[in-house]
């Protein structure tokens, strides 16, 4: 079946350093794969779409040069969050897409925690 | 643009009981939606999708239906465990599969 795997699972990081979060897909090809954050109210907001050989797509608030994202084939997307501060906290989900159902499969979350 | 709005905050309700979780949806055409369920320290997964006008989906004894006519996808299940206890969220996928909403979340919590 398909799987995502997502990593690292938490991080702790210092302020106004940066981390890096991987997401594989196991056992399909993710034509495109999403980028959310998740707050501790459960709310998603969602950072980014990533189609393999189109153009990353930001959403209002998130920006390529805070999140940069790098998403090389169908099996593997990985984002960073750069200069991480106290609002950038929260469980980061990477859902990747099948083209043919519209579903999202999604990770197990890289929880970033700002000291 | 396209929304999902659903049941927002918290459900508590007793083993047996029966559930529903409301949701609602705003968008053009036949969108796909997609009821997900995520436990504590897990992302969420999926319980099942509807595509069409009438069409049922179910899983784990959850259901919903998908009526156009009222835009809804209300997700039931007639006798709730314990073990269903987590965080539900109604879901849709436009046309093209171009754009990805999720509603707020519901948390459920169910008594022993």
């Known amino acids: 079946g398909a799987l995502v795997y997502q990593y690292p699972r938490r991080t702790i990081c210092k302020s106004g350093t940066s981390m890096r979060m991987e997401c594989q897909a196991v056992g399909f090809q993710a034509t495109s794969v999403a980028w959310y954050r998740q707050s501790p109210q459960k709310t998603f907001e969602l950072i980014a779409l990533?189609?393999?050989?189109?153009?990353?797509?930001?959403e209002q608030n998130f920006t390529q040069e805070k999140f940069p994202i790098s998403h090389p084939n169908l099996s593997f997307s990985s984002m960073t969050v750069l200069n991480a501060y106290l609002e950038d906290r929260g469980l980061y989900l990477c859902?990747?897409?099948?083209?043919?159902?519209?579903?999202?499969?999604f990770g197990e979350g890289s929880k970033l925690t700002v000291l | 643009g396209d929304s999902v709005t659903q049941t927002e905050g918290q459900v508590a309700l007793s083993e047996e009981d029966f559930l529903t979780i409301h949701c609602n949806y705003s968008a053009s055409g036949y969108p796909t939606l997609f009821w997900y369920v995520q436990y504590p320290g897990e992302g969420p997964q999926l319980l099942f999708r509807a595509s069409r006008d009438k069409e049922k989906g179910s899983s784990r004894g959850f259901e919903a239906t998908y009526d156009k006519g009222t835009t809804s996808f209300h997700l039931r299940k007639a006798s709730v465990q314990e073990s269903d206890s987590a965080v539900y969220y109604c879901a849709l996928s436009d046309l093209g599969y171009q754009n990805f909403y999720f509603g707020k979340g519901t948390s459920l919590t169910v008594i022993p």
């Open positions: 859902g990747a897409r099948i083209s043919n159902t519209g579903q999202l499969y």
């Open positions: 990533s189609t393999v050989n189109s153009a990353i797509k930001y």
